[in-house]
């Protein structure tokens, strides 16, 4: 296994620096292929595409995949379970994914052990081209309380060695058991080192410095590098990864935007219907071309990106960048005449005295933001807060600014923007 395991790794190495044609190419032949295989030996697909009147032979370029109807979450949690697997694979046989989602209901992804080696190879080479090495102790912190069952054989052999830690834990605790291990790279949620940032200003000293800060699965605003970095002065980098599929864009050491896995996704950017131009922003509709157990072909994530944009990086990799990481739809806010304001431009976690913050929208007109007090809290913090959100929200909007002691966490995350007002435009 492991010997499969290290040429595949080497296949996807290089491919980071193939050509970007030739990887166009070649993504365009693994789309077709896909389709074709869904459309042959998956139930749910077969009967979906013969309802939009559409057959794997009208693919004939990249324009023709809009003929190709998209799919949601919602779509699949209504289908046949059984309709969605593709035939020849026996589901009790597959890895088993249960999502939570931070919204919505529950769905169950599937997918084959050969697969999960895979999504393993996509994380290994973002950490890998980020200066990572074999032997670098790495400390996850994760959002469950027990180490997971699932272990390499290789860790065993102190080869990429980790060790986990409850992101639940007071981040007190969490301080003194980075002190205590001494990661060189840290791996955890974008919140949870907010968290931590407001812990090391608190005791006024760091207690370790790792070498490498990886984030993963919340909006990385930048107001929240900022805070991470003034307390950790060292590396981050911020992968963003669909829990359906793994790792799908991440950043390099220039820190310009994330690079696309186009070997092993085709990512589509809409906007209005139509294609978004690069550096536009626009619904993200996504392929995973490296599963079959359970296709996801033209899968609306609800995740708002800018289209990738071509021109070269100075890491090497030839992968396009996006540029923009924008959030979930629901992570938009609205002032009260209806403009969009996105969740990127706050920077309440730099006000000196907040920990941590949330912002829930509960009318067009209406803000609420939770602050949880940390180093310097005065009495000025909260009305800093509210200057500064009543400022870009603008003067129709009413805030309210709240002290908590606790923000609630959902799987791990915290969510900082709630919108309860639904869809506008
Ligand atoms: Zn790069």
């Known amino acids: 296994m492991y010997v499969t395991g290290l040429k595949n790794y080497w296949k996807l190495s290089r491919n980071l620096h193939k050509p970007l044609s030739q990887l166009q190419e070649r993504q365009w032949d693994d789309f077709c292929a896909l389709v074709r295989f869904a459309y042959e030996k998956v139930p749910f697909y077969r009967r ?74 996509l ?16 400390l996850q912190i994760s959002d469950a309380r027990n180490v997971p069952k699932f272990r390499y054989g290789f860790q065993k052999l102190r080869i990429l060695p980790k060790d986990f830690l409850f992101c639940g834990d007071p981040p007190k605790q969490q301080l003194d058991l980075i002190a205590k291990t001494k990661p060189e790279v840290i791996y955890s949620y974008a919140s949870n080192m907010v968290l931590l940032a407001a812990e090391v200003r608190q005791l ?62 085709f990512v589509e950017i809409e906007s209005n219907g139509q294609a978004a131009q690069p550096g536009q922003t626009g619904r993200l509709i996504i392929t995973n071309l490296h599963s079959r157990a359970m296709p996801f072909i033209r899968y609306e994530v609800g995740d708002v990106l800018t289209a990738p944009r071509e021109d070269p990086c100075s890491c090497g990799c030839t992968f396009p960048r996006i540029d923009v990481i924008a959030g979930r739809e629901d992570d938009w806010l609205y002032s009260a005449d209806g403009k969009r304001v996105s969740s990127m431009i706050f920077i309440i976690a730099s006000v000196p005295g907040v920990a941590q913050y949330r912002i829930i929208q509960r009318a067009l007109n209406y803000l609420i933001v939770e602050v949880m007090p940390g180093h310097n809290y005065n009495r000025e913090t909260l009305e800093r807060v509210k200057h500064h959100v009543q400022e870009l929200m603008g003067e129709g909007t009413m805030v309210d600014v709240h002290k908590v002691d606790h923000i609630p966490r959902q799987a791990g995350k915290i969510r900082s923007v709630i919108s309860e007002i639904g869809k506008q435009s």
């Open 123 to 138: 994380h290994l080479r973002i950490l890998f081209h980020n200066g990572m090495g074999f032997f670098d102790r790495m």
């Open 48 to 121: 979906l595409y013969h309802q939009a009147h559409f057959s794997p032979s009208d693919l004939k370029s990249p324009e023709d995949v809009r003929l190709i109807p998209t799919i949601h979450k919602k779509l699949l949690q209504e289908a046949d379970p059984n309709g969605l697997i593709a035939s020849g694979f026996q589901r009790q046989k597959l890895v088993h994914k249960h999502t939570s989602g931070s919204s919505g209901a529950p769905f169950d992804v599937y997918y084959t052990a050969e697969d999960r080696i895979y999504r393993t190879l």
């Open 204 to 265: 006024g000293k760091l207690p370790h410095q790792p070498r490498l800060i990886f984030t993963t699965g919340e909006l990385m605003t930048p107001d929240h590098r900022k805070v991470i970095n003034e307390a950790f002065k060292t590396q981050i980098r911020d992968i963003y990864g669909i829990v359906e599929m793994g790792d799908v864009a991440w950043q390099c050491p220039v820190v310009s935007g994330y690079h696309l896995n186009i070997d092993s996704f």
